[in-house]
């Protein structure tokens, strides 16, 4: 497939296909959020970005705080989220734990939005008062210190779900 997309939608195995060929955690990261915010893993994103070495610690710290991870922590299993099963949540919590303390993050450029911090110290709350459940290995390197300030992306956005690229925008003629 040659080129990008103006608007690139998780729910296409193509778009998925050629994401998946694009060697960037910043894309990767949108689509992360896309994902889980908006949309099934039709197509088995998540578990396949958790095997990219180049992953960026604030995806990490995305999927697991913004799906409140401290109820995970706790052992909880009911989520109420949207577009993914309490099933494929818990075991997307494991790998992402496991992953976590394995091969960790070799990224941490992103950063992620300081609204995150009161979920990362609700972790850290649950360590901290032994309410870990058992079995549950602790993302340490995810929550162990804050992320820095998130940066930019002025090559794409995340609307509704579907990933815009703002190089393409700019060079649509305007009405």
């Known amino acids: 497939m040659q080129g990008q997309f103006e608007e690139i939608d998780m729910c296409e195995a193509e778009h998925v296909a050629w994401l998946k060929t694009q060697r960037d955690p910043a894309l990767w990261h949108l689509a992360a959020m896309a994902v889980l915010a908006y949309y099934r893993d039709l197509h088995g994103f998540l578990h396949w970005l958790l095997e990219q070495p180049e992953m960026d610690r604030a995806t990490g710290g995305w999927i697991f705080l913004w799906a409140e991870g ?79 300030a998130p940066k930019r992306d002025t090559r794409f956005m995340l609307d509704d779900g579907l990933i ?3 190089n393409l925008l700019r060079h649509l003629p305007s009405r």
Do not use: H
């Open 164 to 166: 815009i690229s703002l």
């Open 70 to 148: 401290s109820r995970y922590l706790r052992g909880e299993t009911s989520f109420s989220l949207n577009y993914i099963s309490d099933e494929k949540m818990v075991a997307l919590f494991r790998s992402l734990c496991e992953r976590s303390e394995g091969v960790g993050f070799s990224r941490d450029d992103l950063g992620l939005d300081p609204d995150f911090e009161p979920a990362r110290k609700a972790c850290l709350d649950v360590v901290a008062r032994n309410e870990l459940a058992a079995g549950i290995i602790v993302p340490r390197q995810i929550i162990s210190r804050s992320f820095a």
